[in-house]
């Protein structure tokens, strides 16, 4: 079908700019995931190894489970079979295959669990085991920049994309194979498309098309906890934004309400404030569905006659059963090794703070170190940065509380508002459930950190731009 021309030559130019833009935006984001994808994976093999990243590589077998269709083997229900997140496994296993390199075979695994400081493959295996971190680093990376772009334009997302890329504790781990930038990328992924979708919505796109989104983040939201438990903060905060929408909306319907036909405007403003959090279930739903489908610990029922007696117990679980008990695995998991590390516990709010604060801005922020010291809870030597950084980043909290007002005066798109609740959840959770001032506990909110900061120095870069002078005629 062709499109009818625009009236004017201006409507024309206008449309040419747009589609123009959005254009170099998809390049730009292309761009920025190869360029850091391989900045990662310039220095993958010089990272000291990890002893954790061992453990993963020990468990890539669960890789040719899953492709073999062993669902109901019954290694789903041994103890690595929820105690590290599978998708990492996964990816560490299939860049394995990629490179024509063996999995540890399981009794690997056995050994690590004896013993930590085992080795469970060659230094080339471990290599190939840390590509899919530094590609999904990558991917994070672009995802932040596209989440930029929606809130504050092209240059706050660069900036945003490239204080991601630099911050020593996103760049460790996006050269480690683990869990943790793999579940940050998916994070980012999961709201940069939440985040258009709401963009979208705003401009009131068809049903159909806000039903095939809300699939889409849900699925992509399941991977995230697939990656790591702490991938829920995806869906926690797609949640708190279609709340932010069906309030928004609610209330400036309510304040152009037509007195004569108000029964209908009502029903009107019901329905549309009912749309959001529809969506929102139906992601949940999704994520649960794929979390479980891809997470065969959670179904398996290997026929009786192969469960061992140490398994039996777990093979009774059902689905909620076998749920909470990962749930509160990890939470023994974390009281354990606080018992075994008390110069790392936090224990109390006070100290949960003031590490998110000092370490969380100082050390762990852009300006720190390549590798800290966690025996020092407080090191002005590493945290230095935070005097730096913690005021750029309220800064720029404070520019989007002052963009809110202005998008609600023109009755834009609130993307302000939802890059504020965003960092608020990640501030939040990450400083009431932080379990020890361990790095990988505070890379959740640096993210939100970045994007913050990059409002600061977008406006900073904003002020020193000579401006275009008028020809005098």
């Not at 609600?408 to 302000?416: G, I, K, Q």
């Not at 959740?444 to 005629?473: C, D, E, F, H, W």
Request: positive net charge; contains cysteine; proline residues 6%.
């Amino acid at each position: 079908m062709i499109r009818p021309l625009p009236k004017n030559r201006q409507d024309f130019y206008t449309q040419m700019m747009k589609t123009s833009s959005r254009s170099a935006n998809w390049w730009f984001g292309l761009i920025v995931a190869v360029v850091t994808s391989a900045w990662f994976g310039s220095g993958i093999g010089s990272e000291p190894p990890f002893v954790d990243e061992w453990a993963y590589l020990s468990q890539a077998y669960f890789t040719d489970l899953l492709i073999s269709g062993r669902r109901n083997d019954p290694a789903w229900l041994e103890y690595p079979g929820y105690d590290l997140p599978p998708l990492p496994k996964y990816l560490i296993g299939g860049s394995l295959r990629l490179a024509g390199l063996p999995r540890p075979p399981r009794d690997m695994m056995v050994r690590w669990y004896n013993n930590t400081s085992t080795k469970t493959g060659t230094d080339a295996m471990l290599r190939a085991g840390r590509w899919p971190s530094a590609v999904l680093g990558g991917l994070g990376c672009a995802m932040i920049y596209a989440i930029g772009v929606l809130v504050g334009g092209r240059r706050l997302g660069l900036i945003a994309a490239i204080l991601l890329a630099i911050n020593p504790l996103y760049r460790l781990h996006a050269r480690r194979a683990m869990s943790d930038v793999p579940a940050e990328a998916l994070i980012l992924l999961t709201l940069a498309i939440g985040l258009w979708a709401l963009h979208q919505r705003w401009q009131e796109i068809r049903i159909s098309l806000s039903l095939m989104i809300s699939v889409i983040v849900g699925i992509l939201g399941g991977l995230a906890v697939l990656a790591k438990l702490n991938g829920a903060l995806a869906l926690m905060t797609i949640g708190a934004w279609a709340t932010m929408e069906a309030i928004l909306c609610s209330a400036r319907k309510l304040a152009t309400v037509n007195q004569s036909n108000e029964s209908t405007t009502v029903q009107r403003l019901v329905v549309r404030a009912g749309e959001p959090a529809l969506l929102t279930l139906i992601s949940a739903i999704v994520g649960f569905a794929t979390f479980t489908f891809l997470n065969p610990y959670m179904t398996a029922k290997p026929p009786g006659a192969m469960i061992p007696s140490t398994l039996a117990e777990v093979a009774r679980l059902d689905l909620v059963g076998r749920a909470k008990l990962v749930a509160s695995h990890r939470a023994g998991v974390s009281t354990q090794a606080a018992n075994l590390f008390p110069h790392n516990a936090l224990r109390t709010l006070p100290d949960k703070v003031a590490a998110v604060t000092v370490q969380g801005f100082g050390r762990f922020g852009p300006l720190g170190p390549g590798h800290t010291d966690s025996t020092k809870r407080f090191d002005l030597a590493q945290d230095w940065g935070a005097a730096v950084w913690l005021p750029l980043v309220l800064g720029g909290l404070m520019l989007q509380i002052r963009k809110t007002h202005r998008q609600w005066r023109s009755a834009t798109t609130p993307t302000s508002l939802a890059l504020i609740l965003m960092s608020a959840i990640a501030f939040l959770v990450v400083t009431l459930f932080i379990p020890l001032a361990w790095d990988r506990y505070f890379l959740s909110i640096q993210a939100s950190a970045a994007l913050l900061g990059a409002t600061t120095i977008n406006a900073l870069v904003a002020l020193l731009r000579p401006r275009p002078t008028k020809p005098a005629y």
